[in-house]
């Protein structure tokens, strides 16, 4: 069965850093576009971040250029985002998605091209 988990979110103050995990099974990540997504109360989801497979170039929204870094480990079949200085508006539900192809989706922040999503994991940022 072909599983994405995502992992380490919580509760972190303003300025604070975090990182998360997205875990696969039953596939390689090796070959996969991964990216990020995020979803707050009552907003649209908003790509975060990606990772091609073939270049592993990296892609970020403009709001988390220089906080936000992602990475692959691919002996560890998982993909991380690296989250520094959060701000309240950090706050929402964090996805990880996977796209078979090679490179992005020339409108993956939109989800297009994902074919696998996770569940999501909560990052609150709050004093």
């Not at 796209?99 to 994902?114: E, L």
Request: net charge positive; proline share 4%; with cysteine.
């Amino acid at each position: 069965q072909l599983q994405l988990v995502e992992s380490g979110g919580g509760l972190v103050q303003p300025g604070g850093s975090l990182r998360l995990s997205c875990a696969a099974s039953g596939f390689t990540l090796d070959y996969y576009v991964i990216a990020w997504f995020r979803q707050a109360p009552g907003k649209e989801r908003e790509g975060v971040s990606c990772i091609s497979s073939s270049e592993g170039r990296t892609y970020y929204a403009d709001s988390v250029k220089g906080r936000f870094t992602i990475s692959r480990d691919n002996a560890k079949n998982t993909v991380y985002l690296q989250m520094s200085d959060l701000k309240p508006e950090d706050t929402a539900v964090y996805y990880c998605a996977a796209d078979k192809r090679p490179r992005p989706h020339s409108r993956w922040s939109t989800g297009a091209g994902m074919d696998y999503w996770g569940k999501g994991t909560l990052v609150t940022v709050s004093s």
